[in-house]
């Protein structure tokens, strides 16, 4: 009798700790849900077969190590066309190297261009002419983006990540707050930044982002954010911000975009993901 309770008691155990397992959640072994921040990632793939949507993106896991996906946010809020692709593998029991692609393109947006004004005036006898500055109507970009990530667990609540990235712009009439002024004139950019993960509880993680944005500009940006991810069973729910400004770029230099300008920009990172 003591033996069959016995089994029946692993048995039971056993379906706990599998209903429990990445592969149930679609966590990784750090606990965390997340892909990390918009700029900065880890090296989280989907597992093979596994569907994820919500806000970030809309991703498919091909394999264990291989996750296809597009972000219905950026199609939304930019109307920007979009694919990613992930690919990462584990390299030790604590380590991590992820590579990732994206692909960006607007639809719908335009630059307005206004011909040449010219007045007659009856006082001086003359005729003036005037060309209006063009104006945007929403982001007018095509660019593709580029990203190789270092992931090293430190301690059981605490994990690193290293990403190197690279974003080539093909068209940027009016690009989006990840194209911040070069002040010269490269149609790429080479970013180093890192993020750092907090595990306060089995549901609570905090991230840290912190880095350097455009090696290759004249006036190189600060890149950092914080966010605050809470999960349960099968979704995340992560909010917070990050920012790329110069505290060095002259006021005088500075242009207009959409929203920022040349000396700061804001990114949203916000998160609701289920997954399934």
């Not at 965390?32 to 989280?44: C, K, M, P, V």
């Not at 190297?97 to 630059?111: N, P």
């Not at 954010?225 to 917070?240: A, E, H, P, R």
Request: aromatic content about 18%; overall charge negative; some cysteine.
């Amino acid at each position: 009798m003591a033996e069959n309770k016995k089994i029946q008691t692993g048995v039971t155990q056993a379906n706990i700790e599998q209903a429990e397992s990445p592969e149930q959640t679609g966590s990784d072994s750090f606990g965390s849900y997340s892909i990390g921040h918009n700029l900065s990632t880890n090296s989280r793939t989907l597992n093979e077969g596994q569907w994820s949507l919500g806000s970030l993106y809309f991703g498919y896991g091909i394999s264990d190590n291989f996750t296809v996906g597009t972000s219905l946010f950026v199609i939304n809020s930019f109307k920007m066309a979009n694919v990613m692709a992930r690919y990462g593998f584990d390299i030790s029991s604590n380590e991590r190297l992820s590579f990732d692609f994206a692909y960006f393109k607007t639809f719908g947006g335009r630059v307005k261009t206004y011909p040449e004004s010219c007045y007659f005036f009856e006082k001086s006898k003359e005729t003036r002419c005037y060309q209006f500055s063009p104006q945007a109507v929403g982001f007018v970009m095509e660019a593709i983006n580029m990203k190789a990530t270092y992931t090293k667990k430190i301690l059981d609540w605490y994990r690193a990540n290293s990403t190197l990235s690279y974003f080539y712009y093909i068209e940027e009439l009016m690009p989006f707050s990840f194209r911040m002024d070069p002040a010269n004139p490269d149609p790429y950019t080479i970013n180093l930044t890192s993020l750092h993960e907090f595990r306060l509880h089995e549901t609570l993680f905090i991230n840290y982002e912190f880095g350097f944005w455009g090696f290759n500009y004249q006036y190189p940006y600060i890149h950092t954010g914080l966010s605050i991810n809470v999960q349960k069973d099968f979704w995340l729910l992560g909010i917070g911000a990050s920012t790329t400004f110069s505290p060095s770029f002259p006021e005088k230099r500075a242009r207009y975009f959409v929203g920022y300008d040349s000396r700061m920009s804001i990114h949203p990172e916000i998160e609701l993901q289920v997954f399934f």
